[in-house]
Every structure is written in structure tokens, then in C-alpha cells.
């Protein structure tokens, strides 16, 4: 979605750093009246007020601004370099090399291939973790080369989520050249597998028993600067595979065909699919991919297709995944009643992907300061629900928020995806500010 940022966001940053603070009240009491419930309570919103006029991070956030062409390059570079899903470890070479250059006190990378920087806070008491994701869904082979008309930047996974890594290095670069000391430790990763089969194994490895589990979570990933994600949109997805003899479409006639009876499952699946989507929570599916065959005069040996199943409400995806189920038993038995001779069918469900929903209470801080945040910027949050990297938190009860990458884009997941560079700077100053708001600032580094 394209955002339209206020100008007068950038002239704030401006006004503080010369000092005006009743000015900038001023300016922020001006803005015009959020009519959607969802403001945030008097405390965060004066605590986000506090921050701006807080010299050490009113610099913070001109630098912010200032590093934008730096910022532009790294994503040029950084999109250039191929991370298909399974495949992130060259681009997390470099990204680990930007973490270093932009302040981390130490960078490694786990065991799941998560490269983590560690800015250590005065108390470090608390852990927050604040991150993009490295994978695009983009296979191996896909040209990536970048190629730019005007501010227009055109490439595919520009946007989805290398541009979110390179808010999560502007903000550590900003903070680090402004001496900003927070009181908790924050983590600046570059996740690996958020993507489609990825099924969130970065989140899910940090987050396992005996895992680093920062205590808030934070992600870059999405576009407009207003849509703040709150609540995880669960899914489930299969890769559904029906196997039988196979042989000539002549000679074998007859013979149990694959291809048949996955036809007939899917339109079973549908029949049901169609009523459960209709009405109640907002479900969805989704018949994704299909192969299998060798040639026209053959009867498969093998068809198999990929599908996915998606729910706000666990129990609406447990259903659709129920009928999802039965129908692909359907649709094999009643193939395998038409078959006049050979082995019969077997069909293998392979559940390849499984990410948990979930919803945060509104009143959680760190809701509360991304509401705050993004206030302060002059733009309406709005909490929303997505499947992103928070789902894993989040279906915990751990707090998480994801927030977007800024500018204007479009196309994600698709060849000719392109990202605009408008006032891009604004969607890290809000996520540095969210991000100082939840660790504390513990005051400049002398
Ligand atoms: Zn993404």
C-alpha cells in the first residue's frame, strides 16, 4: 500500500535537532485528530514526545535522514546478492560485515544460519530483538540484478524484505554514531526462513527451548509506515503426492491414474473449502502448485501438488485442514473403485508448513509504543493481521510487533517488483524511536 508521510515529519527532526522543543510540541499537538480507536495511551505517547526532544536522540534521528544515499547503496548491494529460500548464507555473509561496520559490539551467526548483532545496553537485563528477514522467495538462478529509473528501483526481493534489513543496519549505524546508550541489550538479526517453505525455521530456532527468546520482538517487513502487525495469520500447507504403477495411455489403460484422482480431490476439497470460506473468521486456500507426468501418452506414476490453507482463527484453519484432508482421501479411493486393473493408489500428505496464529493484548507496551511511534511521525497506526517472522512470538504471548519497510513499492513475490525511495528515512526514524522507547535510554555515551 502507498503511504503519503506527512512532510512535516522531516521538518520535526529538523526543528529538534536546532533545539525549538516548545516548537515542536507545538507542531505535534497539530496534528490532526486520530479517529481510530487505536491511539495509544497519554503515557507512551508522552514518553515517544520525551524521545524526540531528547538531544542525544533527536541527533540520532537526523543521522537517520542524513545516511539515506549510504542506506540506498547497501540496499542496491544487498539485493544483488541471491538469497533463494534454504540459500540466505552468501547475503548473511555480508550482512554480518554491515553489522560490524554499523556498530555491533559482536556478530555471529547460530547454528540455523541467523546472523545476530549484539549492541549491549547498560543493564542488558532484558534482550530485545529487532529484525528483517535474509530469504526472498526467489529460487536459485533468478537475475537479481538491480535496475533504477528516476528514484524507482526495480528488482525482485528489493523491497520484500531487503529493504527491511537495511532499516534494522540504518537504525544500529544511526545509534551507534549518535551514542545513544539503551538500558537492555537489542539484537539486530538477519533472519533466515520466513519464506514460503522456509515456514519461519529463523524465528522458530531462536525461539526454541534453550534459544536466545529475546524478550520483544521487532521485525521490519511489509510496506506502509501505518500498519502495524499485532496479530499472526496462522497457516497450514501440505504437499500432497498420489502414486500409483503408471504406464502407457494405451497399452495400461486403465490403470489407476494419479493425475485423475488428484483432479477429484481437489474439487472435493473445494465443494467443502468454498462453504467454510463464506462466512465466519476470514479463511482462505489455495491450490499452488502441481506437477507431475512424464509425457502425454503416459499414465503418471506420480502427481503431486503444493496447497495452502490460511486462518485468522485456529479452529476455522484446524476445520479447512480437516476437509482438506478427507478430500484428498476421497478423491484416491473413488479413482482407485474406477481402476480395471494394476495396483491401486496411495497418497502421502506431507505437512510442509505450519505457522501458529495468534493475538496480542492491544495494552502491551510495546503495541502501546508502536502506536506512540508512529503517532510522533504524524501518520495513524492501524494494529492489523499478517503472516510474518512475529508469528512465532506472538503465538507464544511473547510481545512483537512487525512494522513496515517505508517508501512505496509494489509487485512482492513477483519478477517485476520495484521499491520507490520516498522519504524512505521516515520508517527507520520510527523504528529507531520504537526501538530506543522499548529498550530504554539509559543516556548518551561519554
Ligand atoms: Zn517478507
Redesign the pocket.
Known sequence: MPITPRPSASALVRLITSGSSALVIAVLSCAPAVVSAQVAAAEYTEEAQALLVNPAVASALQLAEDHDDWALERLIELTEIPAPPFMESLRGERFAELLLEAGADSVWTDAEGNVIGLRRGRTGDRTIGFGG?LDTVFPEGTDVTVRQVGDTIFAPGVG??TR?LVVVLSVLRALKEAAVETVDDVLFVGVVG??GLGDLRGMKYLYRDGGLQPDVWIEI?GGGLGRLVSMGLGSVRYRVTFAGPGGHSWGAFGTANPAHAMSRAVRYFQDVAEELTRSGPKTSYNVGRIGGGTSVNSVPFESWMEVDMRSESPASLSRIEDAFLTAMDRGTLEENDLRREGEALEVIKDRIGDRPSGELDPSLPVIQRALATTAAFGIEGTLARSS?DSNVPIALGIPAITLGRGGDGSNGHAPNEFWVNREAYLAVQRALLLVVAEAGFAGPIS
Open positions: 528477514h520484500d524484505d527491511g520466513e519464506e517487513d510474518t
